[in-house]
């Protein structure tokens, strides 16, 4: 796992942002598996401004949104199909019939979420993964205990999660209580994990996750699990990190041939 610190919460963006650009300017085609919420959105913009550059494109790129709310209708602002539609198939200048986002209205919940790991394997996997992640330690919305072997299905969001996400919502109540979301495997089927996590109330999360034993009590330790995963965070963030200076001394003698920015 690389662990890159850096100081401010634009400088996460703008370089976990370089190494989705780099992934994109490889393979035009790329399949990118997106993330909602707040961390992620410095890279969101970042590469806008990539694309005003005429750096890279995504016009040929497909996409899969991590996950989607249950129980909230589809053109609700706060569903993840308009919050990705919104924020990312718009601005990244996407082919919409490209992207996809979990149907949390469908009536066999099940087979819906069958058919979405079978459609993300269908498009040849995943070749990058956008992630964020909960102050619990959750990735997508798999809660703690969420097996490491779990597929795309619902989950019961922890009250902490509804909490959390209860400032895109008029009041807590209207926070849906259940989510579909890719599972743990079917994140780790993904060529790349980048994980971006900004500010103190992420420090003991990261820290569990990267340094901490891997167990399902902490879904994001999952990431010591896969072979490309990189984990970019502000200083804030990476308050809790043990081996803090050392991930500072690895990036600063990365080898030029290693480097994405
Ligand atoms: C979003 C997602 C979640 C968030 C996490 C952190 O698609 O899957 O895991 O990444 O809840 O949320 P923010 O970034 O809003 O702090």
Known sequence: MEIIILPTPAEVGRVAAAKIASIVADKPTAVIGLATGSSPQGIYQDLQRRIAAGEISFAQARGFALDEYV??????????????????????GFDASRVRVPDGRATDIEFAAKEYDAAIRAAGGIDVQILGIGANGHIGF???????????????????????NARFFDS?????????????????????????????????????????????????????????????VDEAAAADLQLGDYYRYTYEHKPEWQRFE
């Not at 809660?143 to 299905?153: L, N, Q």
């Open 142 to 164: 798999n809660e703690p205990t969420s097996s490491f072997a779990s597929r795309t299905r619902i989950k019961t969001l922890a009250p902490s999660t509804r909490e959390a």
């Open 71 to 92: 129980g909230i209708p589809l053109d609700h602002p706060e569903s993840y199909a308009s919050v990705i539609a919104r924020d990312v198939v718009g601005p990244l």
């Open 172 to 232: 807590l109540d209207q926070v849906p209580t259940h989510c579909m979301t890719q599972g743990l495997g079917t994140i780790l089927e993904a060529r790349q994990l980048v994980l971006v996590a900004q500010g103190s109330t992420k420090a003991a999360a990261v820290a569990a996750a990267v340094e901490g034993p891997l167990s399902s009590f902490v879904p994001g330790s999952a990431l010591q699990l896969h072979q490309h995963a990189t984990v970019v």
